[in-house]
C-alpha cells in the first residue's frame, strides 16, 4: 500500500493506474477505522480494481463547540488495518495543500436544503465542509466510484445530490451500517462513551426497530410514532436532537401512502452524539 502524503505523490501514484485503463473506487474517511470503514473498503474492491482510501480529520465539518480536537486519532492502526485489506493506497492530505487560503477567503460548495434539515439544524455548516471536501477529494483521485456507509445516511443523501447537480462522473455506493451485537452502529465516536452509557446505547437502534415495526402496522400516524420514539429514549436518559421519518430518496416529509422511508434519530448520551436510521420500506 502506497502513503500518499501529498497532491503530487497521489496524482504520481494515479497515473499507472489510468494507463493500464483499471477502474479505481475511493473511500473518504476521517480515520480511528473499525469494521464499518473495513466494509467499505471491502465493497469498494467489489466495485472497481484499485482502491484508494483518504484519511483527513475535515476541520470545516465541525462547529466551534464540536469535538475537532478531540476526535481520535490513530493512523498507524488504520495504516495497518488498512494494508491487511490490500489498500492500494492510503491518501493522507495536508490542511495547508487542501486549503490554502484563509477560512474567509475559501471557495465553498453548498448542497442546500437537504443540508438544513435533521443534523443541519443541529450543526450548522457541517454539511457545507462535508461536501466542499468531497468534491475536493472527488477532483484530486477522480475515482469511478466512491463508497459511503449508510450509517451516515444523511450525508449519503447530500454526497449523491453533490454528483447529480454537479455532473460528476462518479457512482456513488451506500454500504448498510455494520452493528454491535447489540445494535449499536459502529462509529468512531463510540470510543467516547464511557462504561456506564455503552450498555445504554444499544436502545436507540431497539427504537427504531420499534417505530419500524409500528410504521409497517401502519396503525398510527408517523408523528405520533416519532414523538414516541423521541419519549422512550428520553426516559433512557439520551437527549434527543431529532427522532424523525422520512421519505427516503429525498428526506423530505413523507405523505400517509409513502412507500419508501427512513427513520433517522440524532441522540446525545453523556458528552457523545450517535446517529442511527433505518430504512422501512412498505409494500
Ligand atoms: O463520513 C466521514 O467520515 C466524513 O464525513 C467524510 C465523508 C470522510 C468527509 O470528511
Given at each position: 500500500?502506497?502513503?500518499?502524503e501529498s497532491i503530487d505523490?497521489?496524482?504520481?501514484?494515479?497515473?499507472?493506474?489510468?494507463?493500464?485503463?483499471?477502474?479505481?473506487?475511493?473511500?473518504?474517511?476521517?480515520?480511528?477505522?473499525?469494521?464499518?470503514?473495513?466494509?467499505?473498503?471491502?465493497?469498494?474492491?467489489?466495485?472497481?480494481?484499485?482502491?484508494?482510501?483518504?484519511?483527513y480529520v475535515n476541520p470545516f465539518?465541525?462547529?466551534?463547540?464540536?469535538?475537532?480536537?478531540?476526535?481520535?486519532?490513530?493512523?498507524?492502526?488504520?495504516?495497518?488495518?488498512?494494508?491487511?485489506?490490500?489498500?492500494?493506497?492510503?491518501?493522507l492530505p495536508a490542511t495547508e495543500e487542501l486549503y490554502p487560503r484563509p477560512p474567509?477567503a475559501m471557495?465553498?460548495?453548498?448542497?442546500?436544503?437537504?443540508?438544513?434539515?435533521?443534523?443541519?439544524?443541529?450543526?450548522?455548516?457541517?454539511?457545507?465542509?462535508?461536501?466542499?471536501v468531497?468534491?475536493k477529494?472527488?477532483?484530486l483521485?477522480?475515482?469511478?466510484?466512491?463508497?459511503?456507509?449508510?450509517?451516515?445516511?444523511?450525508?449519503?443523501?447530500?454526497?449523491?445530490?453533490?454528483?447529480?447537480?454537479?455532473?460528476?462522473?462518479?457512482?456513488?455506493?451506500?454500504?448498510?451500517?455494520?452493528?454491535?451485537?447489540?445494535?449499536?452502529?459502529?462509529?468512531?465516536?463510540?470510543?467516547?462513551?464511557?462504561?456506564?452509557?455503552?450498555?445504554?446505547?444499544?436502545?436507540?437502534?431497539?427504537?427504531?426497530?420499534?417505530?419500524?415495526?409500528?410504521?409497517?402496522?401502519?396503525?398510527?400516524?408517523?408523528?405520533?410514532?416519532?414523538?414516541?420514539?423521541?419519549?422512550?429514549?428520553?426516559?433512557?436518559?439520551?437527549?434527543?436532537?431529532?427522532?424523525?421519518?422520512?421519505?427516503?430518496?429525498?428526506?423530505?416529509?413523507?405523505?400517509?401512502?409513502?412507500?419508501?422511508?427512513?427513520?433517522?434519530?440524532?441522540?446525545?448520551?453523556?458528552?457523545?452524539?450517535?446517529?442511527?436510521?433505518?430504512?422501512?420500506?412498505?409494500?
Amino acid at each position: 500500500m502506497e502513503i500518499l502524503e501529498s497532491i503530487d505523490a497521489l496524482k504520481k501514484a494515479l497515473v499507472p493506474i489510468r494507463r493500464r485503463g483499471e477502474t479505481l473506487a475511493l473511500v473518504p474517511t476521517m480515520g480511528h477505522l473499525h469494521e464499518g470503514h473495513l466494509q467499505l473498503v471491502r465493497t469498494a474492491r467489489q466495485w472497481a480494481d484499485r482502491v484508494i482510501v483518504s484519511l483527513y480529520v475535515n476541520p470545516f465539518q465541525f462547529g466551534p463547540a464540536e469535538d475537532f480536537s478531540s476526535y481520535p486519532r490513530t493512523p498507524e492502526a488504520d495504516a495497518a488495518a488498512l494494508r491487511r485489506e490490500n489498500v492500494d493506497g492510503l491518501f493522507l492530505p495536508a490542511t495547508e495543500e487542501l486549503y490554502p487560503r484563509p477560512p474567509e477567503a475559501m471557495t465553498f460548495v453548498e448542497v442546500p436544503v437537504l443540508s438544513e434539515t435533521l443534523c443541519g439544524s443541529f450543526r450548522p455548516g457541517h454539511f457545507r465542509g462535508v461536501a466542499t471536501v468531497v468534491l475536493k477529494l472527488f477532483h484530486l483521485v477522480e475515482p469511478d466510484v466512491a463508497v459511503f456507509g449508510e450509517k451516515d445516511f444523511q450525508q449519503l443523501v447530500v454526497i449523491k445530490r453533490l454528483v447529480e447537480d454537479l455532473h460528476l462522473p462518479i457512482q456513488i455506493v451506500g454500504v448498510p451500517t455494520v452493528r454491535e451485537a447489540d445494535g449499536l452502529a459502529r462509529s468512531s465516536r463510540n470510543s467516547y462513551l464511557s462504561p456506564i452509557e455503552r450498555p445504554l446505547a444499544g436502545a436507540l437502534f431497539a427504537a427504531l426497530n420499534e417505530a419500524a415495526s409500528a410504521l409497517e402496522r401502519g396503525l398510527i400516524a408517523g408523528d405520533e410514532i416519532a414523538s414516541k420514539g423521541q419519549k422512550v429514549l428520553e426516559s433512557k436518559g439520551f437527549e434527543v436532537d431529532y427522532f424523525a421519518i422520512r421519505r427516503l430518496d429525498d428526506l423530505g416529509t413523507p405523505g400517509p401512502l409513502e412507500r419508501r422511508l427512513v427513520i433517522l434519530v440524532a441522540a446525545r448520551l453523556g458528552r457523545t452524539r450517535l446517529i442511527d436510521n433505518l430504512i422501512v420500506q412498505r409494500d
